[in-house]
Nanobody, 115 residues
Framework: VQLVESGGGLVQPGGSLRLSCAAS????????MGWYRQAPGKQRELVAR???????NYADSVKGRFTISRDNAKNTVYVQMNSLKPEDTAVYYC??????????WGQGTQVTVSS
């Protein structure tokens, strides 16, 4: 199983970024995918999750600003992040949960929101 995140970087408050996670080594279409984040000194927390059937759920802190989506043909999951705030600064991790319950993580990508 391999999950490779990309798209992180430095952005000003109010800006946008789109993170991508390219997956391989497992049956992507049958797996739930998610984005988590971890800020310095804090626990890793769920940002957004999308089921194999396309059902989504979001952390209250990102509802209305972030949108998770998946492209099963490309084995890729995305999160579009708009109206970014300094408190969104964190390392963002891609997560996969396969149909049998096995979970995997990517290496993370840094998102920094600062002027």
């Amino acid at each position: 199983v391999q999950l490779v995140e990309s798209g992180g970087g430095l952005v000003q408050p109010g800006g946008s970024l789109r993170l991508s996670c390219a997956a391989s080594g497992f049956t992507f279409s049958s797996s739930a995918m998610g984005w988590y984040r971890q800020a310095p000194g804090k626990q890793r927390e769920l940002v957004a999750r999308i089921s194999s059937g396309g059902r989504t759920n979001y952390a209250d802190s990102v509802k209305g600003r972030f949108t998770i989506s998946r492209d099963n043909a490309k084995n890729t999951v995305y999160v579009q992040m708009n109206s970014l705030k300094p408190e969104d600064t964190a390392v963002y991790y891609c997560n996969a949960v396969q149909y049998w319950g096995g979970a995997s993580w990517g290496q993370g990508t840094q998102v920094t929101v600062s002027s």
